[in-house]
Nanobody, 124 residues
Framework: QVQLVESGGGLVQAGASLRLSCAASGRTFSTDAMGWYRQAPGAERELVATINWNGGYTYYADSVKGRFTISRDNAKNTVFLQMNSLSPEDTAVYYC?????????????????WGQGTLVTVSS
């Protein structure tokens, strides 16, 4: 059974940093595209960042470009999201996403598995 388990969320002040982790299991991790989405209260789920199987391709939403970094460790079956210079606008539940069929995740339709989400709250 494919599982994605996020961790690392929490309450921080504006300007702080957090690193989210997503541990994957259930199938070969190193061949799958991975990504992070977020959903703020009252808003639709949006793509934050995505990474291909070997880390050679990454994509970031304009709102996080230059502040967030996605990476992966295929030996540990884990994908990370380093978040710097956090602002209250980054407050959301962050979801890990996994695609078996596509080389990268640029739309929710490409996602085959979701994590349960981890809450990030940034106070001003």
């Amino acid at each position: 059974q494919v599982q994605l388990v996020e961790s690392g969320g929490g309450l921080v002040q504006a300007g702080a940093s957090l690193r989210l982790s997503c541990a994957a299991s259930g199938r070969t991790f190193s061949t799958d595209a991975m990504g992070w989405y977020r959903q703020a209260p009252g808003a639709e789920r949006e793509l934050v960042a995505t990474i291909n199987w070997n880390g050679g391709y990454t994509y970031y939403a304009d709102s996080v470009k230059g502040r967030f970094t996605i990476s992966r460790d295929n030996a540990k079956n884990t994908v990370f999201l380093q978040m710097n210079s956090l602002s209250p606008e980054d407050t959301a539940v962050y979801y890990c996403a996994r695609s078996y069929k596509y080389r990268t995740i640029l739309a929710a339709s490409a996602v085959d598995a979701w994590g349960q989400g981890t809450l990030v709250t940034v106070s001003s």
